[in-house]
């Protein structure tokens, strides 16, 4: 700290950092302020496509980011009994069920970037290239 570049008032801005946090760009969107709002949007994202061929590397990726992430909530089988989940009511979905097997892919991904009831967002935590690979491996882990 001793030897970072300080900026007095009335000074003019140091010039940012090439490699720093974009602040534009993101998905920065507010979500709909009510529930009937995020149904909507939730139906409206069944049409967003999967750009993301589910390939062995993408599944290999996404098991990870499951484990990473997901698995502390709804478990190793994706039963919605991780050692987190269980403690919420409503406990964490089964991702083996039809509930979430039938959605599109795009109704995972609006779920993985906005959360629900007691699931947070992960737009912050997870690139939506990431995103994409954990929802190829739910479908392939936990599909019907």
Not at 27 to 40: H, K, N, R, S, V
Not at 47 to 55: G, Q, S
Not at 60 to 83: F, I, K, Q, S, W
Request: charged share 20%.
């Amino acid at each position: 700290m001793v030897d970072q570049p300080s900026v007095k008032a009335q000074e003019s801005v140091i010039a940012g950092d090439s490699g720093g946090i974009p602040v534009e760009g993101g998905e920065t969107l507010p979500a709909p302020p009510d529930e009937a709002g995020m149904f909507a949007a939730k139906d409206e994202a069944a049409a967003i496509p999967n750009p993301v061929p589910a390939t062995e590397e993408s599944i290999a990726r996404g098991a990870e980011l499951y484990v990473n992430t997901c698995l502390v909530c709804h478990g190793a089988e994706g039963l919605g009994d991780g050692p987190v989940g269980v403690v919420f009511d409503p406990v964490p979905v089964d991702l083996n069920d039809a509930y979430t097997q039938d959605q599109a892919d795009g109704q995972i991904f609006f779920t993985l970037t906005r959360g629900r009831v007691s699931m947070p967002y992960y737009r912050d935590a997870l690139s939506q290239q990431e995103r994409w690979d954990v929802i190829n491996y739910l479908r392939a882990e936990f599909g019907q």
